[in-house]
T-cell receptor, first 111, second 115 residues
Framework: DAKTTQPTSMDCAEGRAANLPCNHSTISGNEYVYWYRQIHSQGPQYIIHGLKNNETNEMASLIITEDRKSSTLILPHATLRDTAVYYCIPTISGSARQLTFGSGTQLTVLP | EAGVVQSPRYKIIEKKQPVAFWCNPISGHNTLYWYLQNLGQGPELLIRYENEEAVDDSQLPKDRFSAERLKGVDSTLKIQPAELGDSAVYLC?????????????FGEGSRLTVL
């Protein structure tokens, strides 16, 4: 599995966009980039995933660089409920059976 | 649709005592996972089941940990005897057959404190 580098923590003002970066320079061609988040005292929750194209769903947008060595998760209008640890996880072939969590980024949304 | 259900949510025991955690996955999900999460760290896979078969248990400390998934539905994770270092959150997750989105659905976890 590719190694990832994420900031330990970030703050974001409520209502503003939260941009969470992830470096995965050793990602292989068949590895997707998955993003999960974990709100305090809850289990992790799937957000979004992508291979090479940018993706958007009701929760977030995922921007993957053309060389696939990094990606950014965007929460367009952060709310207090988005305060959580966000994990960037490269994993193979669209199947998340090989999820390996790192330490993630603690995002704190400030009122 | 009900999510992944785990029990108990909290458990406090003394060291050397046994403890068991139960997980009921989402109906129809054939893959079940047990993860361990230490404070301030991301979850780590302990064991993965495909139906009733344990297909990846390489990270399960087999001297004191055991798991079963009889009939390929709910599962139990047991620790006997518990040690101080086993204090952590034990997470269960499930996923449906086939690749799909590859999404894992997690329960809320069972927090173990060993005194």
């Amino acid at each position: 599995d590719a190694k990832t580098t994420q900031p330990t923590s970030m703050d974001c003002a409520e209502g503003r966009a939260a941009n969470l970066p992830c470096n995965h320079s050793t990602i292989s061609g068949n590895e997707y980039v998955y993003w999960y988040r974990q709100i305090h005292s809850q289990g992790p929750q799937y957000i979004i995933h992508g291979l090479k194209n940018n993706e958007t769903n009701e929760m977030a947008s995922l921007i993957i660089t053309e060389d696939r060595k990094s990606s950014t998760l965007i929460l367009p209008h952060a709310t207090l409920r988005d305060t959580a640890v966000y994990y960037c996880i490269p994993t193979i072939s669209g199947s998340a059976r090989q999820l390996t969590f790192g330490s993630g980024t603690q995002l704190t949304v400030l009122p | 649709e009900a999510g992944v259900v785990q029990s108990p949510r909290y458990k406090i025991i003394e060291k050397k005592q046994p403890v068991a955690f139960w997980c009921n996955p989402i109906s129809g999900h054939n893959t079940l996972y047990w993860y361990l999460q230490n404070l301030g760290q991301g979850p780590e896979l302990l064991i993965r089941y495909e139906n009733e078969e344990a297909v990846d248990d390489s990270q399960l400390p087999k001297d004191r940990f055991s798991a079963e998934r009889l009939k390929g539905v709910d599962s139990t994770l047991k620790i006997q005897p518990a040690e101080l270092g086993d204090s952590a959150v034990y997470l269960c997750a499930s996923s449906p057959r086939g690749a799909g989105t590859g999404e894992l659905f997690f329960g809320e976890g069972s927090r173990l404190t060993v005194l």
